[in-house]
C-alpha cells in the first residue's frame, strides 16, 4: 500500500524558516507529480504546492509564492517543502499527496501523508 | 480562481439515513474535473471520487457521485458510523485547484 510519512514541522517565530520532508513508500515516487496541501486548524484544505515528476516543474499558490520552494529527491523518495518568511497565518497542517495531474498543475489527489503540524508565533 | 460552495454547513443524521451534500462551482468545472475527499477527525483527508462519479480504489458502494458544470453531488446511502466525516469538493479544472469549505456530517 502507497505510504507518505511527513516530519519537520514545529514552532517557529514570524521571519523564520522550517523544512518539511514528505518520505514516500511502495509506490513509483519518480513517476508522479507531488503536492502539499495544508489546513489552519479548524479550517478547510489549501492548495500550497505542486511540483512534477522530474521537478522541471513547480507552481505555487499566491499566499506562498516568493518565500516557498518544492523541491524532490527521487533517488531518496523524498519530497521537500522550504518554507521561508514565516508568518502567523501560515500556521497550519502540512499535508503532501501524490498527484494524479489531468492539466498540471492540476489534479486529483489519491494517497496523503498524516500531516506535520507548523506553528508559527512569537 | 472557481470558488466551491458545499451546502449544508453541517448535516445531522442517524445511522442508516440518506446523506446529500452538495458542491456548487461559480463557474462551470470543464470535463466534470471534481473531486470529493472525506476527512474524518484528527485523520488526513481520504480521495472518494474523480472525475466526479469515478470511485477511488477501496469506497464502499453506498457512495455515489454525480453531477456537472456548476452542481455537483454526493450521496452516502445509508450511513454508516464510520461515514460521520467532514467532505470536500475539489475542482482540479482552473487554475489554482481549490477546495470547498467543506460540509460536517454528525450524528443526531
Known amino acids: 500500500e502507497a505510504q507518505l510519512l511527513e516530519s519537520g514541522g514545529g514552532l517557529v517565530q514570524p521571519g523564520g524558516s522550517l523544512r518539511l520532508s514528505c518520505a514516500a513508500s511502495e509506490f513509483a515516487f519518480s513517476v508522479y507529480a507531488m503536492t502539499w496541501v495544508r489546513q489552519a486548524p479548524g479550517k478547510g484544505l489549501e492548495w500550497v504546492s505542486t511540483i512534477g515528476h522530474s521537478a522541471a516543474e513547480t507552481y505555487f499558490a499566491d499566499s506562498v509564492k516568493g518565500r516557498f520552494t518544492i523541491s524532490r529527491d527521487n533517488s531518496k523518495n523524498t519530497l521537500y517543502l522550504q518554507m521561508n518568511s514565516l508568518r502567523t497565518d501560515d500556521t497550519a497542517v502540512y499535508y503532501c499527496a501524490k498527484v494524479l495531474w489531468i492539466r498540471p498543475p492540476n489534479g486529483w489527489m489519491d494517497v496523503w501523508g498524516k500531516g506535520t503540524a507548523v506553528t508559527v508565533s512569537s | 480562481e472557481i470558488v466551491l460552495t458545499q451546502s449544508p454547513g453541517t448535516l445531522s443524521l442517524s445511522p442508516g439515513e440518506r446523506a446529500t451534500l452538495s458542491c456548487r462551482a461559480s463557474?462551470?468545472?470543464?470535463?466534470?474535473?471534481l473531486a470529493w475527499y472525506q476527512q474524518r477527525p484528527g485523520q488526513a483527508p481520504r480521495l472518494l471520487f474523480y472525475g466526479a462519479s469515478s470511485r477511488a480504489s477501496g469506497i464502499p458502494d453506498r457512495f455515489s457521485g454525480s453531477g456537472s458544470g456548476t452542481d455537483f453531488t454526493l450521496t452516502i446511502s445509508r450511513l454508516e458510523p464510520e461515514d460521520f466525516a467532514v467532505y470536500y469538493c475539489?475542482?482540479?479544472?482552473?487554475?489554482?485547484?481549490?477546495f470547498g469549505q467543506g460540509t460536517k456530517v454528525e450524528i443526531k
Open positions: 475539489q475542482q482540479y479544472d482552473s487554475s489554482p485547484s481549490t
Open positions: 463557474q462551470s468545472v470543464s470535463n466534470s474535473w
